[in-house]
C-alpha cells in the first residue's frame, strides 16, 4: 500500500513524457468551424435578406426611395388591423395554453417512474415527428363531423358540418389546438429536463420541510426552470405570430388574408408588391422584437446569477 502511495508520488512530480508522434490539439477548434459555418449561413439566409427587405420596405417598385410610404400604404389596407387582431386573439391562447399545459405535464410526468416517465415522453414527443402540414391534415380529418372519431362529441356542440367548426370565432381556439399538438412534445421534454437539472439535495430539504406536491412545484420547481419557461414564451411568441400554414390549408373556407402572414403572401405573390410584402414583414419583426425584448428584461433570462 505504501509503495503504491509513493509511487503515485512520484508519478504526479514526474509525468511521463509525451509520446513522440502525438500532437497536441488545439481546444476548441471544432467549435470554431461550427460557430463558423453557422455565422456563414446565418448571413446568407437570415441577415441577408433581413437587410434586403429593410431595403425593398423603403422604396417602390421603380427603387426610387418613398420613405414611410410603403408602410403607410401597407397600414391603410382595411385588411392590415384584422390580420393582427386575429393573430393576436390567436397568441394570447396559444401562449397561455402552451405555458401552463406543458410546464404541468413535465412536473406531472417528472413524478412518475422511470419507465412511465420515458413511455409519457416518447407519446408526447410523437406528434412532433408528423411534417407541419401533415399534422394539419390530420386535424382537419379529425374536425369534420362526417369523417372524425369525436363526431358525437362535435354533433353535441351543435356542430354538424365542417362549416361550422370553422367559424370564425372558433379559427383561434382550433389553431391552438392544432399547434400544441404538434409542437408541445418538443417543449415537455425541454422542460423535463430542466427539472432534472435541480439538485436532489434542494428538492429532499423541501420534502423534509413537510412540502407537498404542489409546493413543491409553485415554489421550488417553477420558479428554477422559469429561464426555461421565458425562453420557450419567446420562442413560441415569435412562432406564433407567423401563423400560415393552418389557415392556408383551409383553402375557400376562411379569408386569405386571415394572419399576416397569408396577407405577406397575397401582397407578394397575388399582388406582386414585394415591398409592400417587405414593409409587412418588418412590421411583424418589429412586434416580434418588442415582445421579447420585454418578456427578456423583465424576467432577467440572460442575466447571470452570481456564484
Avoid at 190 to 199: D, E, H, K, Q, S
Avoid at 227 to 242: C, N, S
Amino acid at each position: 500500500m505504501f509503495t503504491t502511495q509513493v509511487q503515485g508520488v512520484v508519478d504526479a512530480r514526474h509525468p511521463a513524457p509525451a509520446q513522440p508522434g502525438r500532437r497536441k490539439r488545439r481546444p476548441g477548434l471544432a467549435g470554431y468551424g461550427f460557430v463558423g459555418l453557422y455565422t456563414v449561413l446565418l448571413l446568407a439566409f437570415g441577415v441577408g435578406p433581413a437587410l434586403y427587405a429593410v431595403y425593398l420596405a423603403f422604396v417602390n417598385a421603380d427603387g426610387q426611395f418613398v420613405g414611410l410610404g410603403q408602410f403607410v400604404k401597407v397600414a391603410t389596407d382595411y385588411r392590415f388591423a384584422e390580420s393582427f387582431i386575429n393573430i393576436g386573439g390567436y397568441v394570447v391562447i396559444w401562449l397561455v395554453t402552451l405555458l401552463i399545459l406543458t410546464v404541468g405535464l413535465a412536473l406531472i410526468v417528472h413524478q412518475r417512474s422511470r419507465f412511465v416517465s420515458s413511455t409519457l415522453r416518447f407519446i408526447f414527443y410523437l406528434p412532433g415527428a408528423l411534417a407541419g402540414v401533415a399534422g394539419v391534415l390530420v386535424w382537419l380529418f379529425m374536425l369534420d363531423p362526417t369523417t372524425s372519431p369525436f363526431s358525437s362529441l362535435l354533433h353535441l356542440l351543435g356542430m354538424n358540418s365542417f362549416q361550422k367548426v370553422i367559424l370564425p370565432p372558433n379559427l383561434p381556439w382550433l389553431f391552438v389546438i392544432i399547434a400544441f399538438w404538434i409542437g408541445a412534445g418538443g417543449w415537455i421534454v425541454i422542460m423535463y429536463g430542466a427539472l432534472n437539472n435541480i439538485p436532489n439535495e434542494i428538492m429532499d430539504a423541501s420534502r423534509v420541510d413537510g412540502a407537498n406536491a404542489f409546493q413543491l412545484a409553485w415554489y421550488i420547481q417553477i420558479p428554477m426552470i422559469s429561464k426555461w419557461i421565458v425562453y420557450m414564451a419567446v420562442l413560441a411568441f415569435a412562432g406564433g405570430t407567423q401563423l400560415f400554414v393552418e389557415p392556408q390549408l383551409l383553402g375557400n373556407n376562411i379569408s386569405p388574408t386571415w394572419s399576416p402572414n397569408e396577407l405577406n403572401y397575397v401582397y407578394a405573390f397575388a399582388n406582386n408588391d414585394f415591398n409592400g410584402a417587405a414593409a409587412l414583414s418588418l412590421y411583424l419583426l418589429l412586434i416580434c422584437a418588442v415582445g421579447a425584448f420585454f418578456l427578456i428584461s423583465r424576467s432577467g433570462l440572460f442575466k447571470v446569477d452570481d456564484e
